[in-house]
């Protein structure tokens, strides 16, 4: 008997995931809830134009208010809860649904909120409930990837994560296009990530560390350092992996226009006096720039790119994985859409097997690796393996 899914939030990856649920799920109900009814009804039209029969429907829904969140899950009966909400509602969400006994993945994007979240274990196993937070494309798919490759050694000891959502035909003079929202693009932009260095967790600046590196399907790239890419994985790593670091990959010239708006304070969440207006910095760059990276229909190319160095066989050996996806002009769904929805969706669908043991679980942790790589090119998702042997 199918389980009853809901997602929240009906944008972008909301509808990729749910697309992916009603395809792959085998849902008894699947609600899509959102606090603007219109998208929630387009969101269900676009998954019935693919599967005319799917048990969905629309809902409104303001998931910020708690009790009206505890009654939507208790009312529907959900089992299986997917967030496609802004990071900032998701540990909210958790202390509502995990004590009804409603498993839940979410599209994360901040890694102490992910944190939090994780301290529900001992409540998520007494409901018998489970908690994967920080899915999606990065963290999320390139997590699972990570523990992909970690598993073809014997000893993994480096590893360094890669990824980019990149336009397929880039135009200057940005030479990029914007396929998530853009509070958490510039998230990514500012603070600080946390790496692995000699086994001890470091602080590295959000936009350090450039370095080019060479990717299949696009070539030389410029890479920088962003935040929050690796979710929780350097903590649960620790003890493990010497070397953990993520960057992410953008075209040439890309870096150095963020670069110049850092450090013009652009990304300043301080407020400023303005002509005698307080105006938050961040919020203006929001306004102006992304009117100038997101336009209309965007087809890209969505990259992770992982190296993990280490031994098998008592000899040196190294394993990289590549994911590459692109625009589908048969759905019309983005890579990005594809890679960021499917994953939550996998997870979610994974959960709702029973593969999934109650508690709260982090990406890498929650179950094989190979299990997602399996699901993931059941949907026509590219993962290939370099396994070089032994030296």
């Known amino acids: 008997m199918g389980k009853r899914y809901a997602v929240l939030g009906s944008g972008r990856q909301g509808t990729a995931a749910a697309y992916d649920i009603a395809r792959f799920g085998a849902p008894e109900t699947l609600l899509l809830a959102d606090a603007k009814l219109a998208q929630a009804q387009a969101a269900v039209e676009r998954v019935r134009e693919f599967f005319p029969e799917a048990p969905v429907s629309s809902q409104v829904l303001d998931a910020s208010e708690d009790r009206t969140l505890r009654r939507f899950l208790e009312e529907e009966r959900v089992e299986v809860l997917l967030s496609g909400l802004p990071y900032a509602c998701n540990l909210t969400v958790a202390q509502t649904a995990i004590p009804l006994g409603v498993s839940m993945v979410?599209?994360?994007?901040?890694?102490?909120?992910?944190?939090?979240?994780?301290?529900?274990?001992?409540?998520?196993?007494?409901?018998?409930?489970?908690?994967?937070p920080d899915c999606g494309m990065g963290p999320g798919m390139n997590v699972s990837l990570l523990a992909y490759a970690m598993a073809q050694m014997d000893d993994p000891q480096h590893a360094f994560v890669y990824e980019a959502g990149l336009p397929l035909n880039p135009e200057p003079p940005w030479n990029y296009a914007l396929t998530f929202s853009i509070a958490g693009l510039t998230n990514e932009y500012a603070g600080e990530a946390t790496f692995l260095r000699d086994g001890e967790l470091v602080s590295v600046p959000a936009?350090?560390?450039?370095?080019?590196?060479?990717?299949?399907?696009?070539?030389?790239?410029?890479?920088?350092?962003?935040?929050?890419?690796?979710?929780?994985?350097?903590?649960?790593?620790?003890?493990?992996?010497?070397?953990?670091?993520?960057?992410?990959?953008?075209?040439?010239?890309?870096?150095?226009?963020?670069?110049?708006?850092?450090?013009?304070?652009?990304?300043?969440?301080?407020?400023?006096?303005?002509?005698?207006?307080?105006?938050?910095?961040?919020?203006?760059?929001?306004?102006?720039?992304?009117?100038?990276?997101?336009?209309?229909?965007?087809?890209?190319?969505?990259?992770?790119?992982?190296?993990?160095?280490?031994?098998?066989?008592?000899?040196?050996?190294?394993?990289?994985?590549?994911?590459?996806?692109?625009?589908?002009?048969?759905?019309?769904?983005?890579?990005?859409?594809?890679?960021?929805?499917?994953h939550a969706s996998i997870m979610a669908q994974l959960i709702a097997a029973g593969e999934v043991r109650p508690g709260a679980h982090s990406v890498e942790s929650a179950i094989r690796p190979e299990r997602v790589v399996e699901e993931a090119r059941r949907r026509g998702l590219s993962i290939d393996l370099t396994d070089i042997p032994p030296a």
């Open 106 to 132: 979410d599209m994360g994007g901040n890694t102490e909120i992910t944190r939090q979240q994780l301290t529900l274990d001992e409540e998520a196993r007494a409901a018998g409930a489970v908690l994967v």
């Open 207 to 342: 936009l350090e560390g450039a370095e080019m590196v060479k990717i299949p399907e696009l070539g030389t790239m410029e890479a920088r350092v962003t935040t929050g890419g690796l979710s929780t994985a350097p903590w649960g790593l620790q003890g493990v992996l010497r070397t953990l670091e993520n960057k992410t990959l953008r075209y040439a010239g890309h870096w150095d226009q963020i670069v110049t708006f850092r450090d013009l304070g652009l990304l300043s969440e301080s407020p400023i006096e303005v002509d005698g207006h307080e105006v938050i910095p961040r919020h203006v760059f929001h306004a102006l720039f992304e009117p100038q990276v997101a336009k209309g229909s965007i087809h890209d190319i969505a990259i992770i790119h992982i190296r993990v160095i280490g031994t098998r066989d008592g000899a040196p050996a190294e394993a990289i994985v590549d994911l590459v996806d692109r625009y589908d002009s048969e759905t019309g769904f983005t890579a990005m859409e594809r890679v960021t929805g499917w």
